[in-house]
């Protein structure tokens, strides 16, 4: 059992580097940034994202955090093929930096990509122990509720709540790009959080829900109380994001957690579970029937013709620079060079291998699977326990809602995320012995 004694026990022996890993965890929503030549990303009146140069909070503890690693620990980093594949992607990331039109951005989109493969690399050699895993989803699963109650307050009251000091920014309503639905003749904000968007803000609310699903199944009584209640909010959470992909993903995981339970006979589990999904259903309908009803039938283009538009600009530049991309970060000089769009619309391809195929071309793309298909390929070598299944339904739920959208490689909060997920799952064998074939 986890116990709130042996937490602080054993957080107060770790490593520096581990605790630093383990505050990065809750900053990974947070946006508290620097902005570097802010005037060098606007597209006309348009501010856009992907040629911004951000410094976050979040990097500087990461790379505080590897320092100590490298200096206290000195580790031997395990020659695998994993290692090999995230060296040779890196590379190829280098030598794309010799063909573009952006260097600042290719260098910059290097160095992001760099840490990217490195959160693999340290979770996946440092973390070793059940203890360590369980304090990655408490940790995630509390932020994920601190999000929650942020978004849900939001939405009430329909503006941000002067937190500028933790990055969170809503524009005011009218506001070009600012994320809303609309009910009868009404405008909603959707729920932010402190994140660039509320679809970001529904995956990292999706990673917090799957997170308090585990943990619940190695929690006290007392615990077991409160985190039905955190489930409650992050589920309410959800609702407010009106991120459709994460209402899927959300139902999906929490579906699955509840078969589960019932296949290893942990009925118990399956009460603290649907207590929540009740509680959260019946609010949702009495208080805001008209708008969910609103969201579900709502077929604006913004969600699935715009998300088609953008996937055909990424393979058409695919198409001419097949072999290399158009080379890391530069994606949208690209796409300048070869469309004449409305500023709003030079966006990344809504799909994250489009995306990486225009960049990186079918050698990068090709690296990339093998990367995610030898860390998926250690889920069949280790135990079928609890901690297993958990990893295989969050890492199956973001690779599907990568399908159709692209902030898991392309903006801070999202790539951070998928990429700790894709560590901690390549991490599992260190705790499990190998199955025999």
């Known amino acids: 059992m986890f116990h709130v004694k042996q937490f602080i026990n054993t957080t107060i022996n770790k490593p520096i580097h581990e ?51 490298f200096l206290f620990d000195q580790p031997k980093i395990t020659k695998n093929g994993l290692l090999w594949l995230i060296l040779a992607f890196f590379t190829l990331i280098l030598l794309s930096l010799f063909h573009m039109k952006r260097l600042d951005l290719g260098l910059y989109n290097a160095l992001k990509w760099s840490e990217l ?28 509720v601190f999000q929650s109650i942020l978004g849900l307050i939001q939405f009430h009251v329909q503006h941000s709540l002067g937190l500028g000091f933790l990055g969170e920014y809503i524009a005011p309503l009218g506001t070009s790009g600012l994320a809303t639905i609309q009910v009868g003749s009404q405008k909603l904000i959707r729920a932010y ?26 929690a006290t009584k007392r615990q077991k109380s409160l985190i039905s209640v955190g489930l409650l909010i992050i589920m309410l959470g959800l609702f407010a994001s009106f991120s459709r992909l994460a209402w899927v993903g959300g139902t999906i995981a929490t579906i ?6 019932l296949k290893v006979n942990r009925r ?92 990186l071309g079918i050698l990068g793309l090709g690296l990339f699977i093998l990367i995610l298909f030898e860390i998926f390929s250690r889920l069949k070598n280790v135990s079928w326990e609890t901690l297993t299944f958990t990893f295989a339904v969050l890492g199956i739920l973001f690779l599907f809602m990568s399908l159709f959208d692209h902030y898991f490689v392309t903006i801070q909060q999202g790539r951070l995320m998928f990429f700790t997920v894709l560590g901690l799952i390549a991490a599992l064998p260190n705790i499990y012995a190998q199955k025999p074939d």
């Open 117 to 144: 493969l490195l959160i693999i690399l340290y979770v996946s050699q440092v973390l070793k122990t059940q203890v360590q895993f369980l304090t990655v989803f408490w940790i995630t699963f509390l932020a994920a």
């Open 193 to 218: 959080g402190t994140m660039p968007h509320p679809n970001i803000l529904g995956a990292f609310l999706v990673f917090g829900l799957i997170s308090g699903l585990f943990i619940v199944s190695h």
């Open 256 to 261: 699955s957690f509840l078969f589960y339970y």
């Open 268 to 359: 118990e589990l399956m009460a603290l579970i649907l207590v929540p999904v009740i509680v959260s259903c019946a609010t949702i309908l009495i208080l805001m029937p008209n708008t969910l009803k609103a969201r579900v039938s709502d077929t604006n283009s913004a969600s699935i013709t715009d998300r088609a538009f953008f996937d055909r600009l990424g393979l058409e530049l695919f198409s001419h620079h097949p072999l290399f991309g158009v080379g890391v970060g530069n994606y949208i000089p690209a796409l300048e060079a070869a469309n004449k769009l409305d500023a709003w619309q030079y966006q990344p391809a809504h799909n994250i291998f489009i995306f990486i195929a225009a960049e």
């Open 19 to 69: 605790l630093l890993f383990y505050v990065f965890l809750f900053f990974i929503p947070i946006q508290t940034r620097i902005l570097y030549k802010p005037e060098q990303a606007y597209i006309g009146w348009y501010f856009n994202y992907h040629l911004a140069l951000f410094v976050y909070l979040s990097d500087l503890l990461l790379i505080v955090c590897f320092i100590a690693w």
